[in-house]
């Protein structure tokens, strides 16, 4: 599975584009550094052939993006999100991209995501997972054959994870879902921000879970 990485700049998210028979990109930063971005992305896939964009949640420094990406698409790439993520989306309304001075995006999903669907990424098949408790709408992609977990702002690096002080936030939902992940056999992992995690996901994985916790 051939993934590479656009790090976040400042208040952006990792975006990550994966190559293939279906050419993905998973999620957009906000938009403020695009440009930037998608000069990267050239580097790794024309842009015109990107086929589809997931959002791993419905927050602004992921998704804010989304139309440039569109844009350089000509419009053809389908945008995937959790179910959960479809309205806060449409709606297009955000306190904290009003904050950073931005703008949220109204957004249509035509690629609704649930919990159990399967979903070839790059050429690679991937389940989608449920993983609310960061935000109602987080997903994650876990790839097992790949052994490689898309896993948004839900774990980090190094034991992290998400914050579930935001509204519709839940630090016992949240609990469940880094409980649910620590089950899996991860080597790699791509997460919203921060490094990459290259071998041993689940350690870091089970770290979190720990660390959260402890709280």
């Not at 703008?103 to 035509?110: A, G, I, K, N, Y």
């Not at 052994?147 to 690096?157: E, Y």
């Not at 880094?178 to 791509?190: E, G, I, T």
């Amino acid at each position: 599975m051939e993934v590479h990485p656009v790090f976040g700049r400042d208040y952006d998210a990792n975006v990550f584009i994966v190559s293939g028979r279906v050419p993905t990109v998973i999620d957009t930063g906000t938009g403020f550094h695009s440009r930037e971005v998608l000069r990267r992305v050239k580097e790794f896939v024309d842009p015109a052939e990107i086929q589809q964009i997931v959002l791993t949640h419905e927050h602004f420094d992921h998704v804010g993006g989304t139309p440039d990406f569109l844009a350089a698409t000509g419009g053809r790439a389908r945008v995937g999100a959790h179910r959960d993520a479809v309205a806060k989306l449409k709606a297009g309304q955000s306190t904290f991209a009003e904050m950073l001075g931005g703008r949220m995006p109204s957004l249509d999903v035509t690629l609704p995501l649930q919990d159990g669907m399967s979903l070839i990424v790059g050429d690679v098949t991937c389940s989608v997972l449920s993983t609310p408790g960061h935000s109602p709408g987080s997903l994650c992609l876990y790839c097992p054959e790949e052994k490689v977990l898309f896993s948004g702002d839900t774990v980090f690096a190094g034991g992290g994870f998400g914050r579930y002080d935001f509204p519709g936030g839940s630090y016992v939902v949240l609990v469940a879902s880094v409980q649910r992940l620590a089950s899996l056999d991860v080597q790699r992992m791509f997460s919203g921000h921060g490094p990459v995690v290259e071998e041993k996901g689940t350690v870091h994985i089970r770290h979190a879970l720990s660390n959260l916790q402890l709280r």
